[in-house]
C-alpha cells in the first residue's frame, strides 16, 4: 500500500464512516455505494450484493473486522437455493434502510480491542483513535434498531453460524438452510483466511497499533466507552439465542 496516499485515504475513512452513520446523509452515501459496486464487480460481485434493494433477501454485515466475510462465506455455501445478500455495507444508514424495509438483518459484533487491531492492521492508515470513534458511532447509530435484527457476537459467528440462523429463522418467518459448523470451519475458512506472508505483516502491524491504543490516554477512554456500548450488543446477542 502506498503510504503517500495515507492522508487522503485517512480522511476519506472519516469521512465516510460520518456519512454512512446518519440518515440524513444517506443521499451524499450514494457514490460510496458506487464505488464499492465498481471494487465488487472485479471481484465478481453483483451490483446488488452492495446496497440494500427491494429484492434483498438477507443483509449479513457488521464494522469491519467482526467476521463478517466469513458468515458471508459461510451462509452461501449452505444454501440449497440462490439467497439475494447485501453484505459487507459496512454502513448503518443501509442496515436502518433494511430495518425499515423488514428485512432479516444478521449484525456482526466483535469486542472493541479485536475489532480495532484487525481493522487498522489491515487499513494501516487508519490511527487507533479513529477507528474507535468510528466504532462507537457505528453501533451507536444502530442502538434503536438492534432489536429489530439478529446480533451475533465473534465467537458465535465462528464457531455457532448454525444457532444464528435457526434464530434469523426463527425471528422472521425464514427458511434458510443451517450452516454445519465442522464443515465451514474446514472448507468455507480457506476462502477468507490471510495468506502466510499477510498474516505475518498483519501481525506486526496489531503489535504497533497496540502500543499506540495504550499508550494513548484518549484512545484508552475511547475504548472503554466502547465496551460499555459493546456490552449492550452482547446482551442482545444473548437474547437472540435464547428466543431462537
Known amino acids: 500500500m502506498n503510504s ?10 472519516t469521512v465516510r464512516s460520518t456519512i454512512s452513520q446518519d440518515p440524513k446523509y444517506a443521499s451524499l452515501y450514494t457514490p460510496f ?9 472485479l471481484r465478481g460481485k453483483e451490483d446488488s450484493e452492495s446496497t440494500v434493494t427491494t429484492s434483498t433477501e438477507l443483509v449479513i454485515d457488521g464494522f469491519q473486522g467482526s467476521a463478517n466475510s466469513f458468515a458471508t462465506v459461510a451462509f452461501r ?8 445478500l447485501a453484505h459487507h455495507l459496512h454502513a448503518p444508514v443501509l442496515i436502518i434502510s433494511a430495518v425499515e424495509k423488514a428485512i432479516p438483518v444478521l449484525l456482526t459484533v466483535r469486542e472493541p480491542e479485536g475489532t480495532v487491531m484487525s481493522l487498522t492492521s489491515r487499513w494501516p492508515y487508519v490511527s ?3 477507528a474507535l470513534r468510528s466504532y462507537i458511532g457505528f453501533y451507536g447509530c ?3 434498531y438492534a432489536s429489530e435484527c ?6 458465535t459467528t465462528t464457531k455457532g453460524l448454525d444457532r444464528i440462523i435457526a434464530a434469523l429463522n426463527v425471528k422472521y418467518s425464514t427458511n434458510f438452510a443451517l450452516v454445519n459448523v465442522d464443515v465451514a470451519n474446514r472448507v468455507c475458512r480457506a476462502a477468507v483466511s490471510d495468506s502466510p506472508d499477510s498474516y505475518a505483516r498483519r501481525k506486526q502491524l496489531k503489535a504497533k497499533k497496540k502500543t ?15 465496551n460499555v456500548l459493546y456490552s449492550k450488543y ?4 444473548e437474547q437472540c439465542l435464547k428466543e431462537g
Open 234 to 237: 452482547q446482551s442482545m446477542h
Open 4 to 13: 503517500l496516499l495515507f492522508p487522503i485515504r485517512k480522511i476519506g475513512f
Open 77 to 84: 455455501y449452505f444454501q440449497d437455493k440462490p439467497v439475494q
Open 33 to 41: 455505494i458506487v464505488w464499492g459496486q465498481f471494487k465488487g464487480k
Open 150 to 155: 439478529i446480533i451475533s457476537d465473534f465467537s
Open 142 to 144: 444502530l442502538l434503536p
Open 128 to 130: 487507533v483513535v479513529q
Open 212 to 226: 499506540e491504543l495504550y499508550s494513548s490516554a484518549l484512545a484508552l477512554k475511547l475504548l472503554d466507552d466502547a
